[in-house]
């Protein structure tokens, strides 16, 4: 069965710190996809990445980075030189393709408290 | 650009009343899907259209929840007979799916229910 993980429920940093967010998943399937959401305070949710199963390559957008690793199933999420604004609760999920008809499987999420 | 739009954004109502929530999609979006979110939990999935066709439900969604999306356009959901454990967020996404490839879902703001 599908299952996502994020162990962290709470994490709180200095601004300027760096802060990793880690998501374990598992899957039957070898074909999914991966995605990251933030849920600022105002409630709604806010795509930040996809990446499909094939493509382990790491990514980086400015201060954002994810590190994709199938060996060990996880795709965690990576936040340098935090600001106050990237407080918000982070979600990792998980489609599987050809079964699920796209449906997301999201993790507990990860409340990250940025404080100045 | 217009984004997904849900109404209304918050909805009070006592146990055993009847509510409905609407959900618009990005127009050009052939996927819808509902979700729900408890507190401190992440979304979890309750059905997704194809369309006008309701592809999946979830076990979540009992007998009392029914989801339409007449004309493939916008979406509802109706809850009968409210029961406090009801109240949660409900979320709408919508995607646009062209072959085996998945698209990002994108959300809309949510509707808070309260149930009393």
């Known amino acids: 069965a599908q299952k996502v993980t994020q162990a962290q429920t709470e994490i709180s940093v200095v601004e300027k710190e760096d802060v990793t967010l880690d998501c374990v998943y598992e899957t039957r399937d070898t074909t999914y996809y991966l995605f990251w959401y933030k849920q600022p305070p105002s409630g709604e949710l806010v795509f930040l990445i996809r990446r499909n199963s094939f493509d382990e390559q790491n990514e980086i957008s400015g201060r954002y980075s994810w590190n994709f690793q199938k060996s060990t199933s996880s795709f965690n999420f990576t936040i340098t030189a935090s600001q106050v604004v990237d407080s918000a609760v982070y979600f990792c999920a998980l489609s599987e393709i050809y079964n699920q008809g796209g449906k997301l499987i999201f993790g507990q999420g990860t409340e990250l408290s940025v404080k100045p | 650009d217009t984004g997904v739009s849900q109404n209304p954004r918050h909805k009070i109502t006592k146990r055993g009343q009847n509510v409905t929530f609407r959900c618009d999609p990005i127009s050009e979006h052939n996927r819808l899907y509902w979700y729900r979110q408890t507190l401190g939990q992440g979304p979890e999935f309750l059905t997704y259209f194809q369309n006008e066709a309701q592809l999946e439900k979830s076990r979540l969604l009992s007998d009392r929840f029914s989801a339409e999306r007449p004309k493939g356009s916008f979406s509802t959901l109706e809850i009968q007979r409210t029961e406090q454990g009801d109240s949660a967020m409900y979320l709408c996404?919508?995607?646009?799916?062209?072959?085996?490839?998945?698209?990002?879902?994108?959300f809309g703001p949510g509707t808070r229910l309260t149930v009393l």
């Open positions: 996404a919508s995607s646009l799916e062209a072959g085996v490839n998945t698209d990002t879902q994108y």
